[in-house]
Structures are given as C-alpha cells and as structure tokens.
C-alpha cells in the first residue's frame, strides 16, 4: 500500500509561504500513467473504430501504441465517460504477444491469442450485476497483474485511458512478453449477459529497436532528501485504521526518514488515541516533542494532524457535520421512503470522515485538513454521490473555519477514493483560496512512472491514484512532489534512510 505522499512549505516573503515537495524530475516525452495525454498527441494512431455502438456503454475510437525498452503503452478512446474498474460489462484487450497467429488460442474472433487483460471482473457472486476489479489471464492460467506491471489511469471516470504493459521474459506458460518484431492486438467490449457491444479490429504494431527507457536513476543524490531551502515538509498517509497501532515500528522509521513538519494521517482507527499516537510520533523523532490533533468524528476513519508547531482545533472541522439533507439526498437515489431514509440515515452515520487542525509556523496560521471519503462504486453511483456530499461538508466546515479564524494558507489532504466522477475534487477546492478554488498538487512516485498512490498485489485492482492533497496557490507554490513507495529505492538509499523493502 502506497498513499505516502509527501510536500514541503518554504518562507519566500513575510506573508506567503512556498508549497515544495520531493520530485522526480523526467523527460518531456516519456508516457507517465497519470491521466495526463499530452506526450501522446504526436503518436501515430494504430487502430480507429468507427462511431458504431450507439446505445453502448462505450464506443470505441481511437487506439494509439507506443513503446519503450521496458514498456508498451495504449491510448484507448472508450467513446463515453466511465469507470473502467466498475463497467455494466467486460472489456477485454487481447494481446498476440509474440506476434504469430499459430501460436496461442482464438477469443472474440481472433487468432493466436497469448494474454488477455479484462476490467472489471465479472461478478461470480451476483451474475447480472456490475463486477469491479481486473484480471490477467491467458488460455491455460491466471496471471496476477501485477507480474507484467499493469498499470492504466485514470482510475476515476474519463473517457480515455492510458495502460501501460510491462516487457519480460514468460510468465507461466505465457510466451515471453512483447520480445518478438510486432505484436497484435484487439478490444472487444461485452455486456453483463456476455452480448457484444462493441469492438476494435486486430491490429499489428511493429516494435521497433530503441534505446529509450522508461528507468530512472537518482543520480547520487538521496531520493527522498529535504528540498534545499524547505521549511516546512507536510506528509499526507492513509494509514489502514490499525496498522499504524499495531507496527509502530515500521511507521515510525518510515516518518524519521521522510522527516516531515506536518504529518496528515487519515483512515486512523478510532480504537487509537491522542495519547497513543503522539507516543508513536514521538518514539519516531527519538523523543522529540509533537503536538496532536486526534479528530473526534469518523466513525473508524479518524483523521490525525501532528507538527512540532503549535496546534489548536479548528472550528467546524471537529467534526465535520453532514451538509443538510445529506440523508434524503441518498434515499431519494433508492428509491426514497421512510425505509430508504433509514437506511441512509445509517449508512452515513453522525459525522463525515474527516477533521482538521490549525498549525502555527513562524506567525502564518495554516489550516490543514485531512480527509477518508467513502470507498468503492464508479462513475454516478450511490457512492459517488456520497462522496460529493461528504465533500461539500468538508468544504462548508473549511469556510467557515476560514471566516471565523486568521487562515494563510489551507491544505486538504488524505484518501478521496477518486474512482468517480473526478467532480469530487473540484467540490472540495471551491472557494477556499481568497474566493477561488484550491489548487490540485501534482505527485508521481518516485520513479517517475506513474502517480498511483495505492497498490496490493492481493486485491484484484491496479494500482492507482486515489489519494491527493489540494493547496492554496494564492500563499503556496507547488515545485517538487513524490508519492513514497520503498521499493522504488536502491538497496543503497534504503540503508541510508534506515528503511527497508516492503
């Protein structure tokens, strides 16, 4: 699990503050897994399916392919907005990965199949019904994504999609992966009873000899090293409700080595205290004094703030309060009644999953949010509209606190579980910058390759980007940002932070 992001706030005149976070640099041109397609617009489109599937929950268009020594990549239009991981069906790339139709097995009408990719996963245990997830599988088998790198954002709804495969040796009886001159290729789309909605032609993409590759290197320079220059270094940590209880440890050594200012942790189980997280962080600093806001709603999602600074409660953030009518709003989508309500009035319980504290650094007050917006569902779902009710607490609770109170800057941090509609965000920034929106920090993991802030090699998703932190750009300036992952260190730099492989 990743969702270990971290920034750092620099003094550059007496009323602003400079928002830096630890970057990884990269070249222009370089496919990032991020949802931004801008290095795709001069690539050479490879397959173009016609505007055919009208009544369809997608419609194909465009595929565009590019390549690296490491890494083959695809541009896919879906033709409608949507959330590939949650879908009324199956969509299915089919991969010829050494290129010869004789080899391999025939699916969907084409030959010489080595690898399929599925998202979502069917629902085994309510047929019929939206599954969620993805898979790897091939004729005589079942891979794990994760074995070939698979990768593709957004994760949240969009109507494009970039993925990316990684190139190796075989993968069980797999054929070795993407080693031979060309590949071929083909989507192809079904409905949840297995009926066609639509699909591309097979293509053949050629794989030309290339030096270029997509590895980084830290060019003698410690990774995860303090910004020159940096104040202040925030770290925003979904940390999994009782972990963090239950392997002080391995948290503590991870904090000593990021060494940040203001640490934002939400998901905290509320069987924790102030006490014992400020024991925590503190055991992690060798004794050094921190001060705590442990929030008080959430239910089992709690949010804690700590800084060495002095902290105080922010006011309308503890807790966050439901925006009014958030209950009817949500058993109205079911259906409404006084059985709905109920239900709903349930489901959300007392308060939103968030919380917040004011910190003092050097005369400036800084307001800093952390946030655990509910979990699962896709694009316009009963889920996602819980998120944006939970988002609109948050950020009536945050102009309030705003009003009420000397604020510099704001900063809300934590988990927004952005596989919806990315709306979400805009609703939580709007307004809280002097009148404008906060602005969205920009953090890819510190090999460069993509800005996934979760992963699990045991749960049947992809890794992606569900956590973000938003800014006030009017007082901070973003220039440096990193999603911490350990495994993205050399044996070296972990011996040197102390940490290791995880």
Request: hydrophobic share 40%; charged share 20%.
């Amino acid at each position: 699990m990743l969702a270990r992001q971290l920034y750092s706030l620099t003094l550059i005149t007496a009323s602003a503050l400079l928002l830096t976070a630890c970057a990884t640099g990269g070249y222009d041109d370089q496919v990032i897994i991020d949802g931004d397609f801008s290095e795709w617009e001069n690539v050479a489109v490879a397959a173009a399916d016609p505007a055919d599937a009208p009544e369809g929950y997608l419609d194909f268009g465009e595929v565009r392919v590019r390549h690296d020594r490491d890494s083959v990549y695809m541009l896919v239009d879906m033709g409608r907005v949507l959330t590939a991981q949650r879908l009324p069906g199956t969509v299915s790339i089919l991969l010829d990965v050494d290129g010869r139709a004789a080899t391999g097995y025939t699916e969907s009408g084409m030959e010489g199949v080595d690898l399929i990719f599925d998202f979502p996963l069917p629902n085994s245990k309510s047929p019929g019904t939206p599954g969620a997830g993805v898979r790897l599988r091939s004729q005589q088998e079942r891979l794990n994504p994760y074995s070939l790198g698979v990768v593709f954002a957004p994760v949240h709804a969009g109507s494009r999609f970039e993925f990316r495969f990684n190139r190796r040796g075989p993968l069980g009886t797999t054929p070795p992966i993407f080693f031979a001159p060309e590949f071929r290729a083909k989507l192809s789309a079904v409905d949840l009873e297995g009926k066609l909605v639509d699909e591309t032609n097979t293509f053949t993409y050629r794989l030309t000899p290339t030096n270029a590759t997509s590895r980084r290197t830290s060019n003698g320079h410690n990774p995860i090293a303090r910004s020159e220059h940096t104040d202040l270094r925030v770290l925003c940590w979904n940390v999994s409700r009782n972990d963090i209880l239950e392997k002080p440890r391995t948290f503590g050594k991870i904090l000593l080595a990021l060494r940040p200012d203001i640490i934002v942790l939400d998901e905290v189980s509320d069987k924790g205290s102030l006490e014992q997280l400020r024991a925590i962080i503190t055991d992690a600093f060798l004794g050094e004094s921190w001060n705590v806001y442990f929030g008080p709603g959430g239910a089992d999602q709690r949010t804690v703030v700590a800084s060495r600074s002095p902290i105080e409660n922010a006011p309308f953030l503890s807790p966050v309060a439901w925006p009014a009518g958030a209950a009817g709003e949500l058993a109205a989508l079911r259906g409404g009644g006084d059985e709905a309500l109920a239900k709903a009035t349930a489901w959300i319980g007392d308060t939103v999953p968030a919380g917040g504290a004011i910190v003092s650094f050097d005369s400036r007050r800084v307001l800093a949010a952390g946030v655990d917006l509910h979990c699962c569902g896709g694009y316009q779902t009963v889920e996602d509209r819980r998120r944006m009710i939970e988002v609109r607490g948050v950020n009536a609770a945050a102009a309030a606190t705003i009003a009420a109170s000397r604020i510099d800057a704001t900063i809300i941090a934590g988990d927004f579980n952005l596989v919806g509609d990315p709306v979400v965000l805009d609703l939580a920034a709007a307004g809280l910058d002097n009148g404008q929106p906060l602005k969205r920090a920009r953090a890819l993991q510190l090999d460069g390759l993509s800005d996934a802030t979760w992963s699990n090699p045991q749960e049947p998703f992809v890794p992606g980007r569900l956590d973000n932190l938003l800014f006030s750009s009017s007082s901070l300036e973003l220039l440096r940002a990193f999603v911490f992952d350990s495994s993205d260190l050399s044996g070296r730099w972990l011996a040197y932070n102390g940490l290791s492989a995880q």
